[in-house]
T-cell receptor, first 116, second 115 residues
Framework: AQSVTQLGSHVSVSEGALVLLRCNYS??????LFWYVQYPNQGLQLLLK??????LVKGINGFEAEFKKSETSFHLTKPSAHMSDAAEYFC??????????????FGKGTLLTVNP | NAGVTQTPKFQVLKTGQSMTLQCAQD?????MYWYRQDPGMGLRLIYY???????DKGEVPNGYNVSRLNKREFSLRLESAAPSQTSVYFC??????????????FGSGTRLTVV
């Protein structure tokens, strides 16, 4: 079974500082990997995804993530944090439950706070 | 706007009461999902429907039932609500087959409190 581990339930950075949110996955087959963002009292929005093309994936709002097979990691980064980045971030891995059916398994989330 | 619509947005139930959470999507997606979100637990899959006419259990199905009414609609029913079912419930949809280019589309959630 696939699984996702997000290191750090809460990350705090200063505005303008580097954002690094960690995600490690476990998968017996080449995975599809996703990062989602959830702003307070809202649903989840897709930030970016890896589906076996380029290992460095660029997403919305200046975020990017790098797939490293040797480290089974898919860490999310942004060079310079903005106050509007404050949200909860979820890493997810797709799992094939048989045939062509896929479903997502989520990590427990990382709450990002940005200090002025 | 195209997307996933969930109703109601908020609900308070007494222990033992029943209710149905509604979900509808207008993107012609084949697959639909119900997740629950609890603090520190992330999102956990309750049930999913790979296509119209099929439903399968996810990680935490106990205490829930689902109905895929048609291609657009996927409802979640709590037959006898318990305080442990206090949570935020999200419906999502996707194209079938390999994960769609746009990933999964989520609704805005239903915040359920069972007292």
């Amino acid at each position: 079974a696939q699984s996702v581990t997000q290191l750090g339930s809460h990350v705090s950075v200063s505005e303008g500082a580097l954002v690094l949110l960690r995600c490690n996955y476990s998968s017996s087959v080449p995975p599809y990997l996703f990062w989602y963002v959830q702003y307070p009292n809202q649903g989840l929005q897709l930030l970016l995804k890896y589906t076996s093309a380029a290992t460095l994936v660029k997403g919305i709002n200046g975020f990017e993530a790098e797939f490293k097979k040797s480290e089974t990691s898919f860490h999310l980064t942004k060079p310079s944090a903005h106050m509007s980045d404050a949200a909860e971030y979820f890493c997810a891995v797709s799992s094939n439950s048989g045939g062509s059916n896929y479903k997502l398994t989520f990590g427990k989330g990382t709450l990002l706070t940005v200090n002025p | 706007n195209a997307g996933v619509t969930q109703t109601p947005k908020f609900q308070v139930l007494k222990t033992g009461q029943s209710m149905t959470l509604q979900c509808a999507q207008d993107m012609n997606h084949n697959s639909m999902y119900w997740y629950r979100q609890d603090p520190g637990m992330g999102l956990r899959l309750i049930y999913y429907s790979a296509s119209e006419g099929t439903t399968d259990k996810g990680e935490v199905p106990n205490g829930y039932n689902v109905s895929r009414l048609n291609k657009r609609e996927f409802s979640l029913r709590l037959e006898s609500a318990a305080p442990s079912q206090t949570s935020v419930y999200f419906c999502a949809s996707s194209e079938s087959g390999t994960p769609s280019f746009y990933g999964y589309t989520f609704g805005s959630g239903t915040r359920l409190t069972v007292v």
